[in-house]
């Protein structure tokens, strides 16, 4: 049986009702409350508002035209986002910023063999049979955010993903890279990051395609007979050095308000996160043919890809396929939209909790990131409704709808930077981007924050019938495709949760302001990311047809905001965080050993972490039997993040300031864990390395001494 035969099977039997799995919860003792019984029922109300057609509603407005960030389009979105807030009781208001943003004039690319004869001409239109959104004038031509301008013609070299490890193979077996055009496949790292070592390297520009090894042909049926990427289909993004700082380029560490003087800015030309050579994206449709023609060896095992003929690394000395490319791009500073609704807290209306979610697309987004949107359109409808039966949360709730994420998380990292001295009190940032494309949910979070969302997923019926604990658990095991049953599995364990690395909009919550932060979404077969066709058609065929995953989001998404908002003691599950840090420094001290870096001194970081651990016990005993003052203790809950902040930053980034999580300078998107350490340890640097071990000795002092200034 097939995952979408099951997916329809279930739809006829299931949809347990929402108050079987509130009366469910209220009979459970939920951390975090001394009576869980007055929230359940609270619960209970808000689970029942989020509807599947409302959602499906919003999408469809939201997906209606193109709406590249600050463009007329991207207003619209803006202006329907806050009509919602305000209708839902929010209070409500559209926060501009100006920013330094491209937008593309011209592109293109010209390919020919060694012979001259002429290869390719493009980028080639996005194109299907059958579409009904691809020809929409207003979709912008295939392009990258942050690339530089440009015309350049030289020789091609293939670099397979464009990781670290591919550049270096290429320069062990002495292919000169100066001047040369790369030319490598999306995945393994991001892209920002392929255009930063490609630079490094002395290449003039690089080409990036979509391999249907990773997300066409070769995973299954390509759009319109499924869902994965066809020939035409390009993945546009920004190759902005997300992992040297995000936001606008211009102003990192200070928010870029219109009344910010320009001599408050960095000059475009000086900016320290966007590459100065060209990178354009391509289809394989336009790939193909300069991949054929490439000679030279053939390629080391690992990077060949599923077009039909042989991969080659290219052959230079005026030999090989030479391409032409042409990059005119139009830097302004340009106005962007950030909707921002909130209600004030009854008791402590200075701990906001924040859930938000980008708006922005680079073309309709339906997927990313508008399925995400759509989830907490309902989420507010849902709050909306407790509002006008009289509730009201504990602390400040704030709905945000961010603008310019795709070109470098602009708009939630320019509101962290104008609003950080005050979200030192933040209590948790909740996110959601990548909302729906199929039926998998998952979930990465801050360690302490990892128990409080599997306890809350027990709460929210799953469109298979059960809890969506259950499916998620399930899911995990590899049996979804096999088992009817809604009951657990059998070994009772949890399900397991990612890090927080990058790419979204919790990055300046964390990393910079240190708010304890979680990502929700729910996936599935995905091959049209950042392409024409994430789009409303190419939604309902093959993500969500009856827009019951995006209620399911909305009810998760939601419910985070709801529980945190009310909870007496805040939920935060510091031994757990304990234990995931003892780990990072035991595993990163035998990689130490591995690779020959040292000599290097662990022990006091290691102490620092026992000592963390035993105040997080006695936190732990507080918060479950808590007497006194209730503020109190919960100020040092929230502050013991915030002391994971080190002011200094890491090194040569420090506008990352964690000293536990941050994006890897060579991924770009997944975490890398106390990464001072382990980046000395990658650039066997003892110096460097033990600079850090201090560094993060003492931000877990600095911990445990706040978690334990409570007794």
Same mark, same amino acid.
């Given at each position: 049986?097939?995952?979408?035969?099951?997916?329809?099977?279930?739809?006829?039997?299931?949809?347990?009702?929402?108050?079987?799995?509130?009366?469910?919860?209220?009979?459970?003792?939920?951390?975090?409350?001394?009576?869980?019984?007055?929230?359940?029922?609270?619960?209970?109300?808000?689970?029942?508002?989020?509807?599947?057609?409302?959602?499906?509603?919003?999408?469809?407005?939201?997906?209606?035209?193109?709406?590249?960030?600050?463009?007329? #389009?991207? /207003?619209?979105? =803006?202006?329907?986002? @806050?009509? +919602?807030?305000?209708?839902? $009781?929010?209070?409500? &208001?559209? %926060?501009?910023?100006?920013?330094?943003?491209?937008?593309?004039? #011209?592109? /293109?690319?010209? =390919?020919?063999?060694? @012979?001259? +004869?002429?290869?390719?001409? $493009?980028?080639?239109? &996005?194109? %299907?049979?059958?579409?009904?959104?691809?020809?929409?004038?207003?979709?912008?031509?295939?392009?990258?955010?942050?690339?530089?301008?440009?015309?350049?013609?030289?020789?091609?070299?293939?670099?397979?993903?464009?990781?670290?490890?591919?550049?270096?193979?290429?320069?062990?077996?002495?292919?000169?890279?100066?001047?040369?055009?790369?030319?490598?496949?999306?995945?393994?790292?991001?892209?920002?990051?392929?255009?930063?070592?490609?630079?490094?390297?002395?290449?003039?520009?690089?080409?990036?395609?979509?391999?249907?090894?990773?997300?066409?042909?070769?995973?299954?049926?390509?759009?319109?007979?499924?869902?994965?990427?066809?020939?035409?289909?390009?993945?546009?993004?920004?190759?902005?050095?997300?992992?040297?700082?995000?936001?606008?380029?211009?102003?990192?560490?200070?928010?870029?308000?219109?009344?910010?003087?320009?001599?408050?800015?960095?000059?475009?030309?000086?900016?320290?996160?966007?590459?100065?050579?060209?990178?354009?994206?391509?289809?394989?449709?336009?790939?193909?043919?300069?991949?054929?023609?490439?000679?030279?060896?053939?390629?080391?095992?690992?990077?060949?890809?599923?077009?039909?003929?042989?991969?080659?690394?290219?052959?230079?000395?005026?030999?090989?396929?030479?391409?032409?490319?042409?990059?005119?791009?139009?830097?302004?500073?340009?106005?962007?939209?950030?909707?921002?609704?909130?209600?004030?807290?009854?008791?402590?209306?200075?701990?906001?909790?924040?859930?938000?979610?980008?708006?922005?697309?680079?073309?309709?987004?339906?997927?990313?990131?508008?399925?995400?949107?759509?989830?907490?359109?309902?989420?507010?409808?849902?709050?909306?409704?407790?509002?006008?039966?009289?509730?009201?949360?504990?602390?400040?709730?704030?709905?945000?709808?961010?603008?310019?994420?795709?070109?470098?998380?602009?708009?939630?990292?320019?509101?962290?930077?104008?609003?950080?001295?005050?979200?030192?009190?933040?209590?948790?940032?909740?996110?959601?981007?990548?909302?729906?494309?199929?039926?998998?949910?998952?979930?990465?979070?801050?360690?302490?924050?990892?128990?409080?969302?599997?306890?809350?997923?027990?709460?929210?019926?799953?469109?298979?019938?059960?809890?969506?604990?259950?499916?998620?658990?399930?899911?995990?095991?590899?049996?979804?495709?096999?088992?009817?049953?809604?009951?657990?599995?059998?070994?009772?364990?949890?399900?397991?949760?990612?890090?927080?690395?990058?790419?979204?909009?919790?990055?300046?919550?964390?990393?910079?302001?240190?708010?304890?932060?979680?990502?929700?979404?729910?996936?599935?077969?995905?091959?049209?990311?950042?392409?024409?066709?994430?789009?409303?058609?190419?939604?309902?065929?093959?993500?969500?047809?009856?827009?019951?995953?995006?209620?399911?989001?909305?009810?998760?998404?939601?419910?985070?905001?709801?529980?945190?908002?009310?909870?007496?003691?805040?939920?935060?599950?510091?031994?757990?965080?304990?234990?995931?840090?003892?780990?990072?420094?035991?595993?990163?001290?035998?990689?130490?050993?591995?690779?020959?870096?040292?000599?290097?001194?662990?022990?006091?970081?290691?102490?620092?972490?026992?000592?963390?651990?035993?105040?997080?016990?006695?936190?732990?005993?507080?918060?479950?039997?808590?007497?006194?003052?209730?503020?109190?203790?919960?100020?040092?809950?929230?502050?013991?993040?915030?002391?994971?902040?080190?002011?200094?930053?890491?090194?040569?980034?420090?506008?990352?300031?964690?000293?536990?999580?941050?994006?890897?300078?060579?991924?770009?998107?997944?975490?890398?864990?106390?990464?001072?350490?382990?980046?000395?340890?990658?650039?066997?640097?003892?110096?460097?390395?033990?600079?850090?071990?201090?560094?993060?000795?003492?931000?877990?002092?600095?911990?445990?001494?706040?978690?334990?200034?409570?007794?």
């Amino acid at each position: 049986m097939t995952g979408r035969k099951l997916y329809f099977s279930f739809l006829l039997i299931a949809f347990v009702p929402v108050m079987l799995s509130a009366q469910h919860v209220a009979q459970q003792t939920v951390f975090g409350y001394a009576d869980f019984s007055k929230e359940a029922g609270i619960e209970e109300k808000f689970l029942a508002v989020p509807d599947a057609k409302l959602a499906g509603r919003h999408l469809k407005t939201l997906t209606a035209e193109p709406h590249l960030a600050a463009s007329p #389009e991207d /207003r619209k979105t =803006a202006d329907y986002v @806050a009509q +919602k807030f305000r209708a839902a $009781g929010l209070e409500t &208001e559209i %926060v501009p910023y100006r920013v330094l943003l491209n937008q593309p004039i #011209e592109v /293109r690319v010209e =390919a020919w063999n060694a @012979a001259g +004869k002429l290869l390719m001409k $493009g980028p080639t239109r &996005e194109h %299907v049979e059958g579409d009904p959104f691809q020809d929409d004038p207003r979709v912008v031509m295939p392009f990258n955010g942050s690339s530089g301008s440009g015309d350049v013609t030289d020789e091609v070299v293939y670099a397979n993903y464009g990781r670290l490890e591919d550049f270096d193979y290429l320069a062990a077996e002495h292919v000169d890279l100066h001047g040369k055009i790369v030319l490598c496949r999306y995945g393994a790292n991001f892209r920002g990051v392929k255009v930063y070592i490609a630079e490094q390297r002395g290449a003039a520009g690089v080409l990036i395609y979509s391999d249907p090894q990773d997300d066409g042909y070769y995973k299954g049926d390509a759009y319109p007979n499924g869902p994965w990427r066809p020939e035409t289909g390009v993945q546009r993004g920004s190759v902005q050095f997300l992992f040297k700082y995000p936001g606008d380029p211009e102003t990192p560490g200070i928010a870029s308000t219109l009344d910010l003087p320009d001599s408050a800015r960095i000059p475009n030309e000086k900016t320290g996160n966007q590459p100065r050579i060209i990178s354009i994206p391509l289809s394989y449709h336009d790939a193909a043919p300069i991949l054929q023609s490439l000679r030279g060896p053939g390629v080391p095992q690992g990077w060949q890809g599923a077009l039909p003929f042989r991969y080659h690394l290219g052959q230079v000395g005026g030999e090989g396929v030479k391409v032409h490319l042409i990059s005119r791009q139009d830097y302004q500073r340009r106005i962007i939209w950030d909707v921002i609704g909130r209600v004030k807290g009854s008791e402590y209306p200075d701990e906001w909790v924040i859930a938000g979610n980008h708006r922005d697309a680079w073309v309709y987004g339906a997927v990313d990131p508008n399925s995400g949107t759509a989830a907490m359109l309902e989420s507010v409808h849902g709050i909306g409704v407790l509002l006008k039966q009289g509730w009201r949360p504990k602390r400040t709730l704030i709905f945000a709808s961010w603008d310019a994420e795709e070109e470098g998380l602009i708009g939630s990292t320019e509101w962290v930077e104008q609003y950080a001295k005050t979200l030192e009190r933040a209590v948790a940032y909740f996110n959601v981007d990548v909302g729906v494309s199929g039926p998998d949910f998952s979930a990465s979070a801050v360690p302490s924050l990892k128990q409080f969302l599997r306890e809350l997923t027990r709460s929210v019926p799953s469109p298979h019938g059960g809890t969506l604990s259950q499916q998620w658990r399930t899911s995990q095991t590899g049996e979804t495709e096999h088992r009817l049953s809604s009951a657990p599995p059998t070994n009772g364990e949890d399900a397991h949760l990612g890090d927080l690395g990058s790419g979204s909009d919790f990055t300046p919550f964390l990393q910079h302001v240190g708010v304890p932060s979680t990502d929700i979404g729910s996936g599935g077969p995905y091959g049209v990311y950042h392409s024409v066709f994430d789009n409303y058609a190419w939604f309902t065929q093959n993500a969500d047809p009856g827009f019951v995953y995006l209620q399911e989001m909305a009810r998760v998404f939601g419910l985070e905001a709801l529980r945190m908002a009310d909870s007496d003691v805040l939920p935060y599950d510091y031994v757990t965080y304990a234990r995931e840090i003892a780990g990072y420094i035991d595993a990163a001290k035998r990689r130490a050993v591995d690779e020959r870096v040292g000599p290097l001194d662990f022990a006091p970081a290691q102490a620092a972490a026992v000592r963390f651990a035993v105040a997080a016990e006695k936190a732990h005993e507080l918060q479950v039997a808590p007497s006194g003052d209730l503020a109190k203790l919960n100020l040092a809950l929230r502050q013991t993040e915030t002391a994971l902040i080190s002011d200094a930053g890491l090194p040569n980034r420090p506008w990352y300031k964690h000293t536990i999580y941050a994006p890897g300078e060579f991924t770009g998107y997944s975490a890398v864990v106390i990464p001072g350490v382990n980046e000395g340890i990658d650039a066997k640097d003892v110096n460097r390395t033990t600079r850090q071990l201090a560094v993060l000795t003492d931000a877990l002092d600095r911990a445990t001494r706040t978690l334990s200034s409570v007794r």
